[in-house]
Structure formats: C-alpha cells, structure tokens
C-alpha cells in the first residue's frame, strides 16, 4: 500500500484520492497503473517496456520523454551501496525523474521549498515524477530490492546535483514502520 508522510505535521496518507491530492498541490504526479499480469518476476528490461508500452508511449508524449529503461535492483546488485550513496543525499536534476514501480519498494523523500519534507512509500503500480528542480532524494526499503521503469528527456540531464542541506539526515532512511513517527501520529486517509 502506497504511504505518504509528512512527519513534521505528524500526518499520514493512505487513500489514493487524499495522496494524490497532496502531491499535486506540491507539483509531484502520482498515479496507479495496472499491474501487468503476463510478467514473472524474472521479466527481462525488454518484456518490462513490451508489457507497459502504451503507458510509457502516453507519458513520452506528455512530457517529452526521449527513453525508457529499466532499473533492475537486488541485495546482490554489484555496487549497491555506491549507487543509494548517490541517491540518499538530497538533490535536485535538471530535467524530471519519472519512476514506474514495476516490482518491489522504495522511499521517495521530497522536500518541497515552501513546504515540509514528504515522505513517499512507492510499490508497484505506482508512477511518479518528480519535476525538474525539486529537491529529493531516495532510498531503497528494507529488503533493499526494486524494478522500476524510468523515462528521461534527456539522460545527460539525470546527474545529480547535491543541495548540501544535510536535510536528509534528519529523516529515518528505510520505509515505514513502527519506529518511523512517534507513538500516536495522526493518521488522515
């Protein structure tokens, strides 16, 4: 189940009408797309793209996406540890990050200028961009493994660019659970 928290108004999001809502006021587009029932788990990038293609072909037209690929991510990846180290520091890019959860979890930390840090929970079937600008950053869950779809513009425009707020380190780095929020936080669906 998708989550969205905002731990500093002690808030938490459930239902997809309330999360999307919240989002789109911050400029983050969320959506749901159907699972693709025909992949395994062992699905190759090709099959991935095949299965998903008349999404991925809207969202190209949508936002001028150039490419799709697919980011395949386990435990055992070579270099795991280097490429979050990348990610979990907070940063901005210079054009969208467009992610589309085909397998698996991650955490989305968006930290809007005018607004309190938000934490997204994303799980398959969920789409979201991050617009370009937008300071962020991601982690994996714990069981450290995801599959995701991603769209660029232009890939030369995906490096990262560090705020050196050191904002991240004020917020818990693996998806929720029982410790994440003080005992009693306001739950909002």
Request: net charge negative; aromatic share 10%; proline share 6%.
């Amino acid at each position: 189940m998708t989550v969205v928290r905002i731990p500093d108004e002690d808030r938490t999001l459930t239902e997809f009408v309330a999360i999307s809502r919240y989002l789109g006021e911050i400029g983050i587009e969320y959506e749901r797309w159907e699972a693709a029932m025909q992949l395994s788990a062992s699905a190759s990038a090709e099959e991935v793209l095949a299965a998903y293609a008349p999404e991925i072909e809207r969202l190209k037209a949508q936002g001028g996406y150039a490419s799709a690929d697919v980011i395949d991510v386990k435990p055992q990846t070579p270099g795991l540890e280097a490429m979050l180290a990348k990610f979990n520091q907070e940063h901005w890019h210079d054009e969208d990050e467009v992610r589309f959860i085909v397998r698996g979890r991650g955490l989305f930390h968006v930290h809007p200028r005018q607004s309190p840090v938000v934490a997204i929970e994303v799980e398959a079937g969920d789409l979201i961009r991050v617009p370009r600008g937008t300071w962020h950053w991601f982690d994996l869950c714990a069981d450290r493994e995801i599959q995701a779809i991603r769209l660029f513009q232009n890939t030369s425009g995906w490096t990262p660019q560090y705020t050196h707020s050191a904002v991240d380190r004020n917020y818990q780095p693996v998806c929720f659970g029982p410790s994440y929020f003080p005992p009693g936080h306001a739950e909002v669906a």
